[in-house]
């Protein structure tokens, strides 16, 4: 049995615990300060949907929420898989920006190598092919560099999955630089049953 008093009192004591006031309680979940008097005078209980960040946000289960008290059984580790699910959460986001920056450096790359041989073809023939030649040196260079510094990120970022075996792992800089590949997908050998395979990129664990 859910006893709304109870809970009540258990939320304005943990919103204490945090320093919070209603109205920055309410803030934050984005209701009105009456609604949280309503909750913590044990008149209503919170909607379903405002628990888990009423919840995130007192750093208590929502077991513990309806049970107005801590509990030893599954209370903190309820706490803990919240956490890892959002810690996962922030690591896929942080994996998927870094595949972007890797697309942008080596468009970069690209387009710098495509100008600076145009220049190279362009200074050659009309002024000194010793220049010419320098500045296309050069755009080889800064190609190479870019697509060494896309694929380092591409690497060390989330993990290649074996296709037959599910291993997932991070190989050699090398392994991935010599890998033939479509997209971010390479044909790999896996480290854990060592069969060939075409290896997806994954970005969540
Ligand atoms: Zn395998």
Same mark, same amino acid.
């Given at each position: 049995? @859910?006893?709304?008093?109870? %809970? $009540?009192?258990?939320?304005?004591? =943990?919103? #204490?615990?945090?320093?919070? %006031?209603? *109205?920055?309680?309410?803030?934050? &979940? !984005? @209701?009105?300060?009456?609604?949280?008097?309503?909750?913590?005078?044990?008149?209503?209980?919170?909607?379903?949907? +405002?628990? @888990?960040? +009423?919840?995130?946000?007192?750093?208590?289960?929502?077991?513990?929420? +309806?049970?107005?008290?801590?509990?030893?059984?599954?209370?903190?580790?309820?706490?803990?898989?919240?956490?890892?699910?959002? +810690?996962?959460?922030?690591?896929?986001?942080?994996?998927?920006?870094?595949?972007?920056?890797?697309?942008?450096?080596?468009?970069?790359?690209? *387009?710098?190598?495509?100008?600076?041989?145009?220049?190279?073809?362009?200074?050659?023939?009309?002024?000194?092919?010793?220049?010419? %030649?320098?500045?296309?040196?050069?755009?080889?260079?800064?190609?190479?560099?870019?697509?060494?510094?896309?694929?380092? @990120?591409? %690497?060390?970022?989330?993990?290649?999955?074996?296709?037959?075996?599910?291993?997932?792992?991070?190989? $050699?800089?090398?392994?991935?630089?010599?890998?033939?590949?479509? !997209?971010?997908?390479?044909?790999?050998?896996?480290?854990?049953?060592? =069969?060939?395979?075409?290896? #997806?990129?994954? &970005?969540?664990?």
């Amino acid at each position: 049995m @859910i006893d709304q008093a109870r %809970t $009540g009192a258990f939320i304005s004591a =943990r919103r #204490k615990d945090k320093g919070l %006031t209603q *109205v920055q309680l309410a803030e934050r &979940l !984005g @209701i009105t300060d009456r609604a949280v008097s309503k909750w913590e005078r044990g008149l209503c209980l919170p909607d379903a949907s +405002l628990m @888990i960040p +009423l919840c995130q946000i007192l750093g208590i289960s929502v077991n513990e929420l +309806l049970l107005g008290q801590y509990s030893e059984d599954g209370g903190s580790q309820r706490r803990s898989d919240e956490l890892i699910v959002e +810690l996962r959460g922030r690591e896929e986001e942080t994996n998927r920006r870094l595949m972007r920056i890797e697309k942008t450096v080596g468009a970069l790359a690209v *387009v710098a190598f495509l100008a600076l041989l145009l220049i190279a073809v362009f200074v050659a023939s009309a002024f000194s092919t010793a220049i010419g %030649t320098v500045i296309g040196i050069a755009a080889f260079a800064i190609l190479l560099g870019g697509v060494i510094q896309a694929l380092a @990120i591409e %690497t060390y970022t989330g993990w290649y999955e074996c296709a037959y075996c599910h291993k997932r792992y991070v190989p $050699g800089f090398s392994r991935v630089f010599i890998a033939p590949h479509i !997209g971010t997908t390479r044909y790999m050998k896996c480290p854990s049953c060592g =069969r060939r395979s075409w290896q #997806k990129k994954v &970005l969540a664990d």
